[in-house]
């Protein structure tokens, strides 16, 4: 097959843009605190085994996804081009600023989101940028989604799941829940490694990693969120998740079935009656993109859960550039109309983005 022009793919004749959510970056000077950070002796074993591997490993694949990471300019407009990908909703990378000491992440976090809206300056209808913020404190994290928002022209926030082993479901977190309702911008909450006290039985069979335990410590991570009743105390806050809802949406009869069941068991003091149902808040109050899932099948079941105005393309660039998925997607047996919404539309939408 002859390859295409890079041009041609582009989507001005396919009726829709292609937006990418869920693409990664990393500046060059958070990998110089990660290798600080590696070199510890007790250095967390689940960013030992990512970024320590990425960072370290002599792989094509691993050091072209390192450079790739780095760049926000000519290679991965190259990539994106040759992809037809119009535009990416970048956010930095995981585990982002997470797994910094308190004052490190939360002046790095905006660092890292200068550089980044730098960037969205330079290239204004390719990249849209999410607000890294630092959980470990809430306060300023708060304050960083507000200078993200006002200054940096930022609408939406990166959470990289779990923080050091704490979640989001502790109420010590909610003012960054709050400050993201408030200024009404979702929350992208993005895999990590494994904590420490999970890892053990995953890593030891190699399943830890994007093949299975990130699904699983994010879906736990959303789930946690659901149960502790944060979307009845913020009901207009918004939640994004990858990778199909990080298998929720299949969980949805049973989650539905079981909270009920322990509900009314008062087995757990920390499951408490919601106003809603499980499956309610995964409708209402978040969107789901395909990173790394180019599984139509998953797609369409996803959007009769959810609905089509919640389920949204993403690629995971760099860590899964593959060209033939996007065409796979374009190649849905899908109405001109929701597939619109799923390259194009709901993006738009959600993170404000004026075409
Ligand atoms: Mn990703």
Redesign the pocket.
């Known amino acids: 097959m002859e390859p295409t022009p890079p041009t041609s793919r582009l989507s001005n004749q396919m009726g829709y843009q292609r937006i990418a959510t ?1 693409e ?1 970056f990393a500046p060059p000077e958070m990998l110089d605190i990660y290798r600080k950070l590696l070199a510890h002796s007790d250095v967390d074993p689940g960013f030992k085994g990512l970024m320590g591997f990425y960072m370290s490993s002599p792989s094509a694949r691993a050091q072209h996804i390192m450079r790739c990471l780095q760049d926000l300019d000519q290679i991965r407009l190259q990539h994106m081009d040759e992809a037809g990908i119009d535009r990416q909703v970048i956010a930095l990378t ?1 585990p982002g600023v997470q797994v910094m000491d308190k004052a490190t992440a939360v002046s790095f976090s905006r660092l890292a989101n200068d550089q980044l809206a730098e960037a969205v300056r330079r290239h204004p209808t390719r990249f849209t940028g999410m607000i890294a913020v630092a959980p470990q404190d809430p306060g300023e994290a708060a304050k960083e989604i507000e200078r993200g928002v006002t200054k940096l022209a930022m609408n939406s926030v990166i959470i990289n799941s779990h923080t050091q082993g704490e979640y989001l479901s502790d109420s010590k977190f909610w003012d960054i829940f709050a400050a993201a309702e408030a200024h009404d911008v979702p929350i992208y909450l ?2 990590n490694s494994l904590p420490r006290n999970m890892i053990q039985p995953f890593q030891e069979c190699g399943l830890d990693g994007a093949i299975y335990g990130f699904g699983v410590e994010t879906g736990l991570h959303a789930l946690r969120i659901i149960t502790a009743g944060v979307f009845d105390r913020f009901p207009k806050l918004q939640m994004i998740i ?1 990778h199909m809802g990080e298998a929720l949406p299949f969980w949805a009869y049973r989650l539905d079935y079981m909270h009920r069941a322990t509900v009314a068991s008062n087995r757990y003091e920390s499951v408490k009656p919601l106003k809603k149902k499980p499956s309610d808040y995964l409708r209402e109050n978040f969107y789901i993109t395909n ?1 790394g899932v180019a599984w139509e099948p998953a797609i369409k079941f996803t959007q009769s859960l959810i609905g089509v105005d919640r389920v949204l393309y993403a690629m ?1 660039y760099p ?1 899964q550039y593959a060209v033939e998925e996007v065409v796979a997607m374009d190649n849905m047996q899908m109405s001109a109309q929701d597939k619109k919404k799923f390259f194009q539309s709901n993006a738009e939408a959600v993170f404000k983005i004026k075409s």
């Open positions: 869920e990664a995981a993005h895999p990858g990173s995971d860590y």
